[in-house]
């Protein structure tokens, strides 16, 4: 017992950082909090001293800081925003430059990063900079952030997306981990009863039954109106989370008392939680939350025909239809199939524990830039 105490006095203590947007943090925070726990128990390589949180938007601070010891600021999301080319380019540089400055000094050890978005890019490249090593857990396959190249390490759901990054993308250093961690995050929100009471829900919106309706970024505002069309004809209870859209915008667009929009961002979990059904436009985040509760769904075929949700979607018996489709394939809306998503996740969380317990970025060398331009080219298509 003394020996082990002697140890543990001379331990080395790491900072960690992590960077994504709200979706993709929820596959990082799983991992965080397994981190802590085998910290407790004495069974981790090293002391977890902070864990620190860079956010991209005033939502993401809110999600991240309750699982952080320190967050900071990165920049703003620029989706649906339009820039010159030169513009944007000053704007990202400003953002990495932010992302810099959130890293210089802090003794980072590792950065861990999920997701496809610009919060990705600016928080690797400024940890090059800086010489942090970087972990990268991706599950967006066909569509990568092209910077993962220059991460010291990718992690991917399955075998066979393994050898996809490898064989198009000349990514090396890429390991399966076998499942979603994200799966756990939305399991774990329903065990701890941190949704919101399905009566409360029943009560405020004046319906016990209804389908929910996300407006995801698989659409493009000229959609909103057919797909408005389309769920009226069905005839049934529902409510939007206009998400990613102007709420007022879709307000005018509804004809039917039977539809009600919700507030522009709300705890999606606890209204898929209360919804008979679900019909989304969205990515992999909403497809494994879909899985996760086993809700009767469709997933609306967006412009992103290739994609990791896709494939998942179709492993789950999720049906893809255009929205011209909706009416006919909601009269057979199969249920779907019973998937080891939590189960997966839960392995997955403990091959990520492994690899960030013996890191050695000695040994992990990035892909480099032959990659990173294989990836960059891959991505015009997805523009």
């Keep these: 017992m003394e020996s082990k105490g002697t140890e543990s006095k001379f331990m080395e203590s790491k900072n960690i950082a992590i960077a994504g947007e709200i979706t993709p943090s929820k596959t990082i925070i799983p991992v965080m909090e397994r981190l802590r726990e085998l910290e407790k128990e004495d069974k981790l390589s090293f002391k977890l001293n902070k864990i620190i949180g860079l956010y991209h938007g005033e939502s993401s601070k809110a999600f991240l800081e309750p699982y952080c010891d320190e967050v900071y600021s990165i920049g703003e999301g620029r989706r649906g925003k339009k820039n010159s080319t030169g513009k944007l380019a000053f704007l990202i540089s400003k953002d990495i430059l932010k992302s810099y400055n959130a890293l210089k000094g802090k003794n980072i050890d590792l950065l861990i990063t999920a997701g496809n978005a610009g919060d990705v890019r600016k928080a690797i490249v400024a940890a090059n900079i800086l010489r942090i090593p970087v972990l990268h857990i991706e599950q967006d396959i066909y569509n990568p952030i092209e910077v993962i190249s220059q991460a010291n390490l990718v992690t991917v759901p399955s075998e066979d997306y393994k050898k996809y990054l490898e064989k198009n993308y000349q990514l090396k250093n890429v390991v399966n981990i076998n499942g979603y961690p994200m799966a756990k995050y939305v399991d774990n929100q329903i065990k701890e009863g941190s949704l919101i009471d399905k009566d409360e829900i029943y009560?405020?919106?004046?319906?016990?039954?209804?389908?929910?309706?996300?407006?995801?970024?698989?659409?493009?505002?000229?959609?909103?109106?057919?797909?408005?069309?389309?769920?009226?004809?069905?005839?049934?209870?529902?409510?939007?989370?206009?998400?990613?859209?102007?709420?007022?915008?879709?307000?005018?667009?509804?004809?039917?008392?039977?539809?009600?929009?919700?507030?522009?961002?709300?705890?999606?979990?606890?209204?898929?939680?209360?919804?008979?059904?679900?019909?989304?436009?969205?990515?992999?985040?909403?497809?494994?939350?879909?899985?996760?509760?086993?809700?009767?769904?469709?997933?609306?075929?967006?412009?992103?025909?290739?994609?990791?949700?896709?494939?998942?979607?179709?492993?789950?018996?999720?049906?893809?239809?255009?929205?011209?489709?909706?009416?006919?394939?909601?009269?057979?809306?199969?249920?779907?199939?019973?998937?080891?998503?939590?189960?997966?996740?839960?392995?997955?969380?403990?091959?990520?524990?492994?690899?960030?317990?013996?890191?050695?970025?000695?040994?992990?060398?990035?892909?480099?830039?032959?990659?990173?331009?294989?990836?960059w080219n891959s991505r015009k298509e997805f523009r």
Excluded at 228 to 235: D, T
Excluded at 303 to 322: M, Q, R, Y
């Design 203 to 375: 009560g405020e919106y004046g319906m016990k039954e209804f389908v929910l309706l996300v407006l995801g970024g698989d659409l493009r505002e000229e959609d909103i109106e057919p797909l408005i069309r389309a769920v009226e004809e069905l005839n049934l209870k529902a409510l939007i989370a206009p998400y990613r859209f102007d709420r007022n915008m879709v307000q005018e667009l509804v004809l039917s008392p039977n539809i009600k929009i919700l507030p522009q961002y709300v705890d999606l979990l606890s209204f898929m939680n209360a919804a008979s059904h679900l019909i989304y436009a969205a990515g992999m985040g909403m497809t494994i939350e879909a899985g996760v509760f086993n809700i009767p769904s469709l997933k609306i075929e967006g412009f992103h025909k290739t994609h990791g949700s896709v494939d998942l979607a179709k492993e789950l018996n999720i049906p893809i239809v255009k929205i011209d489709e909706i009416p006919k394939a909601f009269e057979n809306l199969p249920d779907q199939k019973e998937s080891d998503l939590v189960k997966n996740s839960e392995i997955a969380i403990e091959k990520l524990v492994d690899l960030i317990n013996d890191f050695d970025e000695k040994t992990l060398k990035r892909s480099g830039f032959k990659s990173t331009k294989e990836i």
